[in-house]
């Protein structure tokens, strides 16, 4: 291809034209620059081409003469350019400050130029550092005495940045000189605010009448209000808020709101440092509405606003997520591999961004914080004391009398003469003033009610006293109380009283936020006896059940929540959820366990625990990963609470069984591992333990401690003492298969479950205590079928050993085999059998076959993986083998489907997940997919920043071929051409390290072969 002078005249003025708009926007935050000029001072006689633009005071003084220098990728400015450049500048006018600004590489020299420009014998040292350029010695010994002296004053700026980081810099200048005049912008609209400026450069650089750009007419065309520019982008693109906020308050809480306007807006804050806040007080006080209202008053100081669950683990993992998928990627299935994303998105993104982490938990929400970026976090928390090292505080405070007086008259629509004494009574504490108006507006309350109301508050409080948790207004309890028997007297004449009554106790010992009312109606009106076996959700066709909700909405005790994510064939109205305060949930915790309502607090919490379990049981069961995650927090608080109370019962075990299981297939299995541990001892210590359950609970134990392979002795002991323990049972189960065809089955499963663990355990150097375990599990097994799952583990495994050995034809066809036979609750098997499928289609080189086998596992496996280790696995394994093939054999179909493969979402779910020292090998396969897309220039920039983060040496054969595959591709992007060139930098990296081809290609499948073996199904409790 020939040299194309346009484009490259075109980049040159580009670049000129981008850096002088910079230095504009730059000058705006000073006092001194009074205008532009584009390419200098229009009038000039001498030289009219030295400089590109220059800055002048109000006087005419030049403040900065500048001349722009654009180079091809690679190239070099040397001392001899340089100094010319220099002379060329000082001798066409007196400037303050002369630079030359480049994108080219520094050359020889230039450093010794610098330091030559501090001299005192200015023209000697300047012979002397040129001396190999006779030219421009020359140039030199022409110059006055003055000149020479303004030499001291020329710089040399080297400019390593891309045009995109320029561009996004002048984004940058734009939003920030908006938000300090008090005007809104987002990311689009400031791109294009940046196309105009960029616009006007060249038209005035085009025509010398215009050549002064005064910053007045500058900031003229940054002030386009909001408006014309929302009209302009069709949208306003500025302070998206991602997640559901709480209602905006009516009254604004002035002195509070100025304090966290002021500490974001400290003006010695350094650029990317995040500023965290605490807000901190009891619960009610005001905290997330204060969060709320910062956001409607500062919307459009950020451009994006994520307000984050904080209250556990789970809820953290669900609004990230919610975050990162806004952010155009993927969220990552595991815990550590998503707190990683979140960091190094938010810590990339150079728009201003704000988090607000709502009812945060210290230990569980620090570490999901990023330290860098441009970016403030706001916490809510009732922790005063610990934890939030980083973070400055505020304590809030009840309401000031004239706020909390004008929330009351705001609920009641006027001003009684009781207001003051109302507010006053109530501490001007807001959750009890939003009551306080409930209870008042469910009456139909007249002026003379509330004095009445008053009094029936006071006496109230005095009986109420022992039920105040510590640090709250007796009143507050008191307010609570008076709506519950509010809400008993309007429920009355529907008999509804009591059911709204009990879901209200449900969802006290539930999380916070997004609970599903039909679970609730379900756990207060449906016993768990009358439920069919392997029943999913139940929906309440009841017409009274919306009545129910519209009840406790009356007094101000809940509201509606976002929905729940879809479900398998659910309607709309079964995803809806409601929110309620953490105080009323204490309050109400309180007077249950007090009172003992309808029936005793460990029915009412089993029954919770059973249809919780059918909801997380039917979402794992379907693959459905954000179900899942909505619902695990409501399990995981359940499960603090019966531990607390010390319920105990085969529907408590189950429940914290299924959790333990999503956390086996999100490979979290430390905590699975406590999980089980947890439903163990329930099931140990009740009088009538599910023996099935409990058995199956001690084997997925065994299961998760071998896929863990902590090296941990004492917890492989404790794995093979419960296998120890399942092994008469299981022998009983098969017993019972005459008589029971059921039985048969269960033990198949059951026995294929605990001989997997246990070879496990054997391999993992548990051998004394594994071996009797080994041989009495092999005999049972041999008078058993094989379960359908354990089939299709076993298929894997062969398949798996075919295609090390090149009998592709037989792997695929035990391949297909398995998934004809395939059984329901197959879980990660049936995409571990359909991956090993696409695997053995690939190296037929049956590109067409593959890529509809692997279409099928996508669907299967869904956008968010619940299965991680089966997503790395064919991503490690199919990216690896496709990415060698783009560059041998039938190049075109490898390379269609490579570029399929690679743009999965799928992918974008596990990257995060593997070790520093491995992550490296997954950016190869961006290097590659540039390569295969023809885009050079990104392969090189991928591939530098690979070069920074190669391991000095190669830990494995496996690590050598991603290493020669690197090199490879980073080869063809330097500028090598077709197959030839592509086999001799494949040559050439064998020969370096030592290795034939064939020894390439054998590290390779030993790298796939290695990482079969580490995947396997996760134990899913039926």
């Known amino acids: 291809m020939g040299v194309d002078g346009g484009r490259i005249a075109a980049r040159g003025f580009q670049y000129q034209y981008l850096r002088t708009v910079e230095y504009m926007l730059g000058a705006l935050a000073g006092t001194r620059a009074h205008a532009c000029r584009i390419e200098g001072d229009p009038h000039a006689l001498v030289d009219a081409d030295a400089v590109d633009f220059d800055l002048v005071d109000d006087n005419g003084r030049v403040l900065l003469a500048a001349q722009v220098k654009s180079r091809s990728e690679g190239k070099k400015v040397g001392v001899a350019e340089a100094c010319s450049i220099f002379i060329r500048l000082v001798r066409r006018a007196e400037a303050d400050k002369y630079l030359l600004l480049t994108d080219a590489l520094e050359g020889s020299g230039i450093a010794d130029l610098r330091a030559t420009l501090t001299r005192t014998d200015l023209r000697r040292e300047l012979k002397e550092l040129l001396a190999s350029s006779h030219r421009t010695q020359a140039l030199v010994a022409d110059l006055s005495d003055v000149e020479i002296e303004r030499l001291r004053r020329c710089e040399v700026d080297i400019d390593p940045r891309e045009r995109d980081e320029i561009l996004e810099g002048l984004r940058r200048h734009v939003r920030n000189f908006r938000r300090r005049v008090g005007q809104a912008i987002g990311p689009d609209s400031s791109g294009l605010l940046v196309s105009c400026l960029i616009a006007e450069t060249l038209e005035r650089a085009a025509e010398p009448h215009k050549a002064v750009w005064l910053f007045t007419d500058l900031q003229r065309t940054l002030r386009l209000s909001p408006a014309a520019l929302a009209q302009a982008l069709t949208i306003r693109d500025w302070g998206v808020i991602v997640g559901v906020i709480p209602p905006i308050p009516d009254v604004a809480r002035n002195g509070l709101m100025r304090a966290i306007g ?45 307000w984050i669950d904080g209250s556990s683990e789970s809820t953290l993992r669900e609004s990230f997520g919610l975050l990162v998928s806004w952010l155009g990627v993927s969220p990552p299935a595991e815990d550590r591999a998503l707190k990683e994303l979140v960091h190094r998105r938010l810590g990339l993104m150079t728009g201003r961004w704000l988090l607000i982490v709502d009812d945060s938990q210290s230990t569980e929400s620090e570490s999901w914080i990023p330290r860098l970026g441009s970016g403030d976090i706001l916490f809510t928390t009732l922790n005063s004391a610990t934890g939030y090292t980083r973070a400055q505080r505020l304590t809030v405070p009840p309401m000031e009398p004239s706020e909390s007086h004008a929330l009351l008259t705001a609920r009641l629509g006027q001003a009684f003469p009781d207001t003051t004494a109302l507010t006053s009574a109530l501490d001007h504490w807001p959750l009890a003033i939003e009551l306080a108006a409930g209870y008042l507006t469910s009456c139909g309350y007249e002026p003379e009610d509330v004095p009445l109301y008053l009094d029936k508050l006071r006496l109230r409080a005095m009986d109420d ?104 064939n659910d309607a709309s109205r079964a995803r809806q959820t409601i929110t309620l305060n953490s105080i009323l949930q204490e309050i109400v915790r309180n007077n249950a366990e007090r009172l003992n309502v309808r029936r005793s607090i460990g029915q009412v919490l089993s029954s919770a625990a059973f249809y919780i379990n059918l909801w997380l049981q039917s979402a794992i069961h379907n693959g459905e990963n954000d179900r899942v995650l909505a619902v695990a927090p409501h399990a995981d608080v359940l499960h603090r609470h019966v531990t607390r109370l010390h319920i105990a019962d085969n529907h408590v075990a189950i429940m914290i069984g299924n959790l333990a299981a999503f956390h086996s297939a999100q490979d979290n299995n430390p905590t699975a591992r406590n999980l089980l541990e947890a439903e163990l001892l ?9 023996l099935h359950l409990l058995e199956q609970a001690r084997i997925y134990f065994a299961v998760v401690v071998a896929q863990e392979d902590s090296g941990d002795s004492d917890t492989a002991e404790k794995a093979i003492t419960h296998l120890e323990a399942a092994i008469p049972f299981l022998f009983r189960l098969a017993a019972d298969a005459a008589v029971m065809p059921e039985a048969e089955q269960a033990a198949s499963f059951m026995c294929g479950q605990a001989l997997q663990a246990a070879e496990q355990l054997y391999a993992n150097r548990a051998r004394p205590r594994a071996t009797p375990v080994l041989t009495a599990l092999r005999e049972l097994s041999l008078r058993l079928p094989k379960h359908p799952t354990i089939s ?19 792997a695929e066809s035990i391949c297909r085999d398995s998934l004809s036979r395939e059984s329901a609750g197959a879980g990660s098997l049936y995409l571990e059998v ?74 974008t779910t596990v990257r995060g997940r593997f070790p520093v020292d491995e992550a490296w090998r997954y950016d190869v396969l961006d290097v590659a997919y540039a390569v295969a897309q023809g885009d050079l220039s990104k392969a090189r920039h991928l591939a530098d920043q690979i070069s920074r983060k190669l391991p000095i040496s190669s830990k494995s054969h496996d690590d050598m071929g991603w290493r020669v595959l690197f090199r490879t591709f980073a080869g063809i992007a330097e500028g090598l051409n077709g197959d030839e060139a592509a086999e001799a930098a494949f040559m050439e990296e064998a020969r370096l390290a030592s290795m034939s081809l064939d020894e390439l290609s054998e590290a390779i499948a030993a790298g796939i072969s290695k990482r079969r073996t580490q995947s396997s199904d996760a134990p899913l409790s039926d």
């Not at 199919?878 to 269609?896: K, P």
Request: hydrophobic share 45%; with cysteine; net charge negative.
């Open 262 to 306: 002021d500490t974001f807006s400290a003006p010695d804050r350094d650029a990317g440092t995040v500023i965290q806040l605490v807000l901190s007080g009891p619960s009610g006080i005001g905290k997330s509405s204060l969060a709320a209202g910062y956001i409607a008053a500062s919307a459009d100081r950020y451009d994006v606003i994520a």
């Open 465 to 568: 006293s022992p039920s105040v948790p510590e640090g709250y207004p007796r009143t507050l309890v008191a307010a609570t109380n008076l709506c519950l028997a509010r809400l008993a007297e309007t429920a009355a004449p529907s008999a509804l009283f009591p059911y709204a009554r009990d879901c209200l106790v449900v969802a006290s010992y539930l999380a916070q936020r997004r609970i599903p009312i039909h679970l609730l109606v379900a756990a207060v009106g449906t016993d768990p006896a009358t439920v069919p076996a392997q029943a999913g959700p139940l929906f309440s066709q009841d017409p009274q059940v919306p009545e129910i909700f519209r009840l406790l909405k009356s007094v101000s005790f809940i509201r509606d929540d976002e929905p729940l994510p879809p479900s398998h």
């Open 682 to 690: 329930i099931l140990e210590k009740i009088d009538d333990p599910n």
């Open 792 to 810: 299709a583990r076993e298929a894997v495994e062969r398949a798996s050993l075919l295609i090390d050995v090149d009998k592709l034809r037989e």
């Open 834 to 907: 359909r991956r090993v499928l696409v695997e053995a289609l690939a190296q037929q080189g049956r590109w067409d076959d593959a890529q509809l086998e692997l279409d099928a596992l996508f669907e299967r496996m869904g956008t968010s993986p619940l299965y991680n280790a089966v997503a790395a696995t064919t991503l490690h394994n199919l990216g690896l083998f496709a990415a060698t093939q783009i560059l041998v054999g039938d190049s075109r179909r490898a390379h269609q489907f490579f570029s399929n493969f690679i743009k999965a979402p799928q992918f």
